[in-house]
């Protein structure tokens, strides 16, 4: 049996849409506060000030983020 290599891919992947276009997934530093909501309700173990690290913002702001009415 042959071995295939295993060879790390040099582009970036992301969400194929079709058409050949691929979506690239954006930092969380540039979510909407609508994403922000969204992960944070998808993600119920999720603490805040765990959160508010990977947003790079304080655990007072993300609270005003989450408490926002739409």
């Not at 194929?16 to 969380?28: C, H, K, L, S, T």
Request: net charge negative; aromatic share 8%; proline share 7%.
């Amino acid at each position: 049996m042959v071995k295939t290599p295993q060879v790390k891919p040099d582009w970036n992947t992301g969400i194929y849409i079709g058409d050949g276009v691929v979506a690239a997934p954006r930092p969380m530093h540039e979510w909407t506060h609508d994403e922000i909501r969204d992960y944070y309700d998808s993600n119920p173990n999720l603490g805040l000030l765990t959160y508010a690290g990977m947003l790079g913002l304080s655990v007072g702001e993300v609270k005003e983020i989450l408490m926002e009415e739409t």
